[in-house]
T-cell receptor
Framework: AQSVAQPEDQVNVAEGNPLTVKCTYS??????LFWYVQYPNRGLQFLLK??????LVKGSYGFEAEFNKSQTSFHLKKPSALVSDSALYFC????????????FGGGTRLMVKP | DTAVSQTPKYLVTQMGNDKSIKCEQN?????MYWYKQDSKKFLKIMFS???????INETVPNRFSPKSPDKAHLNLHINSLELGDSAVYFC?????????????FGPGTRLTVT
């Protein structure tokens, strides 16, 4: 069975500074990896995904994520945080051969302060 | 032109009642899902439907029954509601069951059982 760990319940960063939200995973075989964002009282919105190939994936709103197979990590990054980036971020994983059943991490709340 | 919609947005009811939550997607997707998000924001898949057939059924009480009148709709019916059923329920869809497709989420239905 697959699993996802987001070790930080909350990440605080000042506006304009770079941000990183961490994610590690455990899965049999090759993974599809996803990041979603949830704003208050809203559904999840897709940010980006890793399928195969280039380890650096670029997504919506200036976010990017780096796939590291040896460390089984898929950390979300942004060079310059905005106050409007404050939200709940979820990492998710699915093995290539497991239908479309996503396993989500517990979520990390990102707080960007002016 | 909302992609995935759910009704109602809020649902307050008493223990023992039966209630339904409706979900519709206008994306032409083949697969739909129901997720439960608990008070700690943890997300867990409950069901998925592919071409009107239930293909994943996690360890969910049989008080919960998904019903799909057609490919665009996946409703969630809950019998004999319990306090522990209080949560936010999200509907989602994806183009196919397999492949690297991301899922598209509805806005959620906040269920409160008193």
């Amino acid at each position: 069975a697959q699993s996802v760990a987001q070790p930080e319940d909350q990440v605080n960063v000042a506006e304009g500074n770079p941000l990183t939200v961490k994610c590690t995973y455990s899965v049999s075989g090759n993974p599809y990896l996803f990041w979603y964002v949830q704003y208050p009282n809203r559904g999840l919105q897709f940010l980006l995904k890793y399928i195969t190939g280039d380890n650096l994936v670029k997504g919506s709103y200036g976010f990017e994520a780096e796939f590291n197979k040896s460390q089984t990590s898929f950390h979300l990054k942004k060079p310059s945080a905005l106050v409007s980036d404050s939200a709940l971020y979820f990492c998710a994983v699915r093995p290539h051969n497991a239908g479309n059943m996503l396993t989500f991490g517990g979520g990390t709340r990102l707080m960007v302060k002016p | 032109d909302t992609a995935v919609s759910q009704t109602p947005k809020y649902l307050v009811t008493q223990m023992g009642n039966d209630k339904s939550i409706k979900c519709e997607q206008n994306l032409g997707h083949d697969t739909m899902y129901w997720y439960k998000q608990d008070s700690k924001k943890f997300l867990k898949i409950m069901f998925s439907y592919n071409n009107k057939e239930l293909i994943i059924n996690e360890t969910v009480p049989n008080r919960f029954s998904p019903k799909s009148p057609d490919k665009a709709h996946l409703n969630l019916h809950i019998n004999s509601l319990e306090l522990g059923d209080s949560a936010v329920y999200f509907c989602a869809s994806s183009p196919q069951l397999t492949g690297s497709y991301e899922q598209y989420f509805g806005p959620g239905t906040r269920l409160t059982v008193t």
